[in-house]
C-alpha cells in the first residue's frame, strides 16, 4: 500500500497491512512483513527512530527508513513511483505536492481506514487537517510536523523616533507591524541601507537588509509564498483542482518585491570558488 507522509503528513501509524500482536517476541524476524519509508535525512527523522520502535515492538513489521537528502526527495520518490517500482510504502511529502500525488495515483486515499478511527482526524486541528490530510473529500494521512507562521521584527527600530519621523515623511503613513504585504514591502526597503548609510543615527559598518527570506532553489520556499498566497484570500488550487493562476502571480510578484531587500544567498562552500 502507498500512504502519504508529508513534511506535513505523516502515516506511519497508517501501517495497516499487518494485524497488531500480543507480544513483540512472539513473531519471528523472519516474518515480519517488510514496510519501507522514504523520508527526510537529518534532524527531521531522528525522532522517527523512537516511533519505528514502538510499531514494530505491537506489531510482526520491519519498518526500513530510507533518509534521503530533502534536495532529492521529490525527484526520488516520484522516479520510483512513474515506474511503479513498488520502492517505497510510505512517502513524505510537502504539503504542495499533495495533489500532484493524489492525482497522478502516486498515493492512496485512507478515509475507509480512519472510517472507525475519527478520532485521530478529531485530533488535528481543522485548517490543519484541510491543509495537510484532505483533498477532494478523502483523506491522505496524518500531520508528520507542522509549523506556525510568524512575523518577527526589532521594536527597537520600529519604535526609534528618528526612523519613526523618516517613515512617515517617506510613505506618508506610520511606521508599524504591517498588516498588508504592500505595508511589508515599503518597510523592507526603508530599512535596507547600506554601510555607511546611518540606523537609529548610528552609522552602520556593513549592509543593512530590510527583510529576512527563505527564498532559495529549494522546495521549502512553498513555504513562504504559501504565506503570501494565503493571506491574500487565495490557494494554490481551487475547489475544482485548478490553480488560480491571477492570484498565485500576484502573490509571486509580491514576494519577489520582498526578495529585493533581503540578504542574498551566502555560495555553499561546495561550489564556491
Known amino acids: 500500500m502507498k500512504t502519504m507522509l508529508k513534511q506535513g503528513l505523516l502515516a506511519a501509524a497508517l501501517l495497516t497491512s499487518t494485524a497488531p500482536v500480543a507480544m513483540a517476541q512472539e513473531c519471528a524476524d523472519a516474518d515480519r512483513v517488510p514496510i519501507t519509508w522514504s523520508t527526510i535525512a537529518g534532524f527531521y527523522t531522528d525522532a522517527m527512530a ?50 500532484e500525488f493524489a492525482e497522478n495515483g502516486f498515493i492512496l486515499p485512507m478515509t475507509e481506514y480512519f472510517a472507525d478511527k475519527k478520532a485521530q482526524l ?17 483523506v491522505w494521512g496524518l500531520p508528520y510536523y507542522t509549523y506556525t507562521a510568524g512575523y518577527i521584527y526589532r521594536a527597537d ?42 540606523l537609529k543615527g548610528e552609522k552602520l559598518t556593513k549592509d543593512f537588509y530590510g527583510v ?11 513555504d513562504e509564498m504559501s504565506g503570501v498566497l494565503w493571506s491574500q484570500g487565495a490557494d494554490w488550487l481551487t475547489g ?34
Open 50 to 99: 523512537k516511533l519505528v520502535s514502538g510499531f514494530e515492538a505491537g506489531h510482526c513489521v520491519k519498518v526500513n527508513v530510507v533518509n534521503i537528502d530533502n534536495s532529492q526527495l521529490y525527484n526520488k520518490q516520484v522516479i520510483e513511483m512513474v515506474g511503479q517500482t513498488g520502492a517505497y510504502d510510505v512517502v513524505t511529502l510537502e504539503t504542495s505536492e499533495k495533489a
Open 122 to 138: 478529531d485530533d488535528v486541528a481543522p485548517t490543519l487537517a484541510a491543509l495537510t490530510t484532505q483533498y477532494k473529500g478523502d
Open 157 to 198: 527600530l520600529f519604535d526609534d523616533p528618528t526612523e519613526k519621523e523618516a517613515f512617515k515623511k517617506r510613505f506618508n503613513y506610520d511606521l508599524a507591524v504591517p498588516t498588508t504585504w504592500a505595508q511589508h514591502r515599503d518597510i523592507a526597503e526603508f530599512f535596507t541601507r547600506k554601510a555607511g548609510e546611518t
Open 212 to 222: 529576512g527570506l527563505m527564498a532559495g532553489p529549494f522546495p521549502e520556499i512553498q
Open 240 to 273: 475544482e483542482g485548478k490553480v488560480p493562476v491571477d492570484a498565485v502571480e500576484k502573490a509571486m510578484n509580491d514576494y519577489l518585491e520582498l526578495v529585493k531587500y533581503a540578504r542574498p544567498r551566502l555560495p555553499s562552500p561546495m561550489t564556491a570558488s
